[in-house]
């Protein structure tokens, strides 16, 4: 990890972000809730939750819901991502590929963080849960003008 250690504050914030988004969940299948939030690298926080469909294939996964309510504020810059479940619970495959296009915005690995509703918590890095995801070797400058320094507005 290149990137400075969060504190024992941001954490618990973001925890509690994630708390408050799972109880918002739409869980109308299987009435499991799970709560995620992102950090952006300007220390910002956006919460996610799961929704479900009754049409298979509908819906989307906490983390993801998490980065793309960010990305509606216009932040593309992810310090650390936060998964509350009952019990602890890392994101899927699909959800550590997404946020790997963001990691390849800025080459700044990524916290994963996982909690459970007891106070229990544990931490590893994008890199750590997804050491062989696809990186893409194309696009790569239009990933790059997401980056919050070069990114200021765009009509
Ligand atoms: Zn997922």
Do not use: W
């Not at 750590?128 to 696009?139: A, F, M, Q, R, V």
């Amino acid at each position: 990890m290149n990137s400075e250690p969060l504190s024992k504050a941001e954490t618990e914030s973001l925890i509690a972000s994630a708390r408050e988004s799972r109880d918002h969940a739409f869980v109308v299948r299987s009435g499991h809730k799970i709560g995620a939030a992102i950090l952006t690298t300007s220390d910002e926080v956006f919460g996610g939750c799961n929704t479900e469909a009754y049409i298979t294939g509908l819906g989307t996964c906490a983390e993801r819901s998490a980065v793309d309510h960010a990305v509606a504020h216009g932040k593309y810059n992810f310090r650390a991502v936060v998964t509350v479940d009952s019990e602890l619970t890392y994101p899927c495959g699909a959800c550590l590929q997404y946020l790997l296009q963001f990691y390849q915005i800025s080459g700044e690995d990524i916290y994963i963080i996982v909690a459970d509703l007891s106070g229990n918590s544990e931490i590893k890095s994008l890199m750590e849960c997804l050491p062989y995801g696809y990186l893409t070797k194309s696009n790569l400058e239009k990933l790059r003008d997401y980056e919050s320094a070069k990114h200021t507005s765009r009509g």
